[in-house]
């Protein structure tokens, strides 16, 4: 047992490539975090290996187990990003996606999605996933992201709940978020919101620990550590900052 654990730890650190894994206890295993590129990340718990938004090419994800679970926020490249997942094997993986995503997968992939709305519930395996609302305010009909066409999600695993945002802005769905456990909140500028609207919303939904996602926009990066000092002055809140955005 001692031999396959050591096993384990060293295949965690083969796909570890910028030392930025992080492990969450769960009452059903640990979950594993491992962020990827911009708003990509995979969450790796007991079988299931989850890829979010897989983007940047299939190489970004050398080393690392084969998707069982595909969730993908958006239609924008930085979301659905069909070389990326042209490069990855996907034949045995189901894709949990919003309806516009569904309709733009090729028809080897769209066979194996299953599109849900903002408000619905599914169960795959023992995760449960709720998809909740992500758009742009105030809410137009040529908004970069119009209500109703992505999803945010909220899983559940083994009792922790982990909030993605997608690409949003502090709506109040977001505000009225209860017990999330671990969350990925975005803060990108012109797409989304900026540092200060996204620390005001943690500050209210208050989770647990929180990663700040998706932060490059049309200035550069988004100023993070003032993003952590807002939150930890305000709130218990644990800002956990990673390397979304390595050379």
């Known amino acids: 047992m001692k031999k396959l654990t050591v096993l384990f730890l060293l295949a965690l650190i083969t796909f570890d490539s910028n030392g930025q894994i992080d492990t969450i206890s769960t009452s059903n295993g640990d979950v594993i975090i491992q962020p990827i590129l911009h708003g990509s990340l995979v969450l790796s718990w007991n079988d299931q290996t989850v890829y979010i938004d897989p983007y940047g090419g299939a190489e970004k994800f050398a080393g690392i187990k084969s998707p069982s679970l595909i969730l993908i926020t958006d239609i924008h ?4 990003n069909q070389k990326t997942l042209d490069g990855l094997n ?3 993986s189901t894709f949990i996606v919003p309806q516009a995503v569904k309709n733009k997968l090729p028809d080897a992939m769209k066979s194996r999605s299953m599109a849900i709305a903002n408000g619905q519930t ?8 709720l998809a909740v609302p992500m758009y742009n305010l105030p809410e137009t009909p040529d908004s970069r992201h119009t209500k109703g066409r992505g999803n945010g999600y909220v899983l559940s695993i083994g009792g922790k709940r982990i909030y993605i945002s997608g690409d949003t802005e502090d709506i109040p769905e977001m505000r009225n978020l209860k017990n999330i456990d671990v969350a990925f909140v ?4 012109p797409y989304t919101m900026d540092v200060d609207q996204a620390a005001s919303a943690v500050i209210e939904f208050k989770p647990t620990i929180v990663y700040p996602y998706h ?3 049309k200035g ?3 100023d993070v550590e ?6 930890e002055a305000a709130v218990s809140t644990e ?3 990673r390397s979304w955005y390595p050379n």
């Open 77 to 80: 490249g930085d979301h659905l």
């Open 90 to 92: 996907t034949e045995r």
């Open 122 to 129: 599914v169960v795959f395996e023992d995760l449960e996933i």
């Open 186 to 189: 975005c803060m990108n500028l």
């Open 215 to 217: 932060y490059r926009g």
């Open 220 to 222: 550069g990066l988004s």
């Open 226 to 231: 003032s993003f952590k000092n807002q939150v």
């Open 239 to 241: 800002v956990r900052l």
